[in-house]
């Protein structure tokens, strides 16, 4: 916001000063029929009260045009102001944000894929006296220039930086509006991309890779469990090579669970010692 203001003073100071010096002096003429005009209202006084007093809204201004000249004082507003009807004529200029859609644009990327993107830009007028006198339709103008700027930034990028990049290209679109739409008095104050659409077989192709990937990851997952799990067998074997008693717990702990999970008959020697002489013969 803080460089938005210093652009703003840099614009405003100097050339609005100029703008005014320019249209200041009138002719005999173009002051002649000024005078003419206010003899008339004068002379129909005070019906002509209601024609000369227009009122301005809290979020518009008022850029008023005295026989093709800019009244000193620039944009009138809000409130009331004071209109001559037979020299005077007013454009009412909103100052609150618009938003509109950037239709969905084909580009050919830097690492040459067929892209679709869309986006929406939201700006607002600050400057009422340029965006009257310097541009014809402030509307169309930013349309078309969010287009092709659009066209021209995803033209530089790859695809991998298009799908995954948005806020930073977001921004980018953002100051390459500002820089170009600043002399009309337009602030485009934000910029978001709404979907970016590849081709039916580019999103089969990468589908498949993000699966082959998912399944390789999953399968070097599996053979380190593995890996754990027989360190974790061997620690315990040696520990109940150690303790013979542990053993015959622990053959007892699998017997129950044995029984538990499966009903069936299960026949164990008693005690659990009994076949040791046999094995060691």
């Known amino acids: 916001m803080s460089q938005f203001k210093r652009q703003l003073n840099a614009l405003s100071s100097e050339e609005i000063a100029k703008e005014e010096q320019k249209s200041e002096g009138f002719g005999w003429c173009e002051w002649l029929l000024i ?24 979020y518009e201004r008022a850029v008023v045009f005295r026989l093709g000249r800019i009244l ?12 001559l009807p ?11 944000t618009v938003s509109f859609s950037v239709p969905p644009q084909e580009v050919l990327s830097k690492d040459s894929v067929a892209v679709m993107v869309d986006a ?7 400057d009422p006296v340029r965006s009257v006198v310097r541009v014809n339709n402030v509307a169309n103008v930013t349309h078309l220039l969010a287009q092709t700027t659009l066209r021209n930034i995803l033209g530089t990028k790859n695809l991998s930086d ?6 930073h290209m977001a921004q980018q ?44 990851n999953a ?15 061997r620690d315990a074997a040696t520990v109940m090579a150690r303790n013979p008693v542990a053993l015959q717990l622990r053959y007892l702990q699998t017997l129950t669970e044995v029984a538990s999970e499966h009903n069936s008959t299960i026949f164990y020697p008693m005690p659990i010692n009994l076949m040791t002489g046999f094995l060691e013969k």
């Open 72 to 83: 000193r004082g620039g944009a009138k507003g809000p409130g009331i102001f004071w209109f």
């Open 219 to 233: 399968k070097v997952i599996a053979a380190e469990g593995e890996m754990r799990a027989s360190h974790a067998l």
């Open 86 to 96: 037979c020299t005077d004529t007013f454009h009412l200029v909103d100052l609150r």
């Open 120 to 126: 929406i830009v939201y700006y607002r007028i600050f």
């Open 162 to 167: 298009i799908v995954s990049e948005r806020e």
């Open 173 to 216: 679109m953002e100051d390459l509006l500002f820089e170009a739409s600043k002399e009309w008095g337009i602030k485009v104050e934000r910029v978001e991309f709404k979907d970016v659409k590849l081709p039916v077989g580019l999103q089969r192709m990468m589908a498949a890779e993000a699966e082959a990937v998912r399944d390789a």
């Open 35 to 58: 005078i003419c005009s206010i003899i008339l209202i004068l002379a129909t006084f005070p019906l002509s009260v209601w024609l000369c007093i227009k009122t301005v809204q809290e």
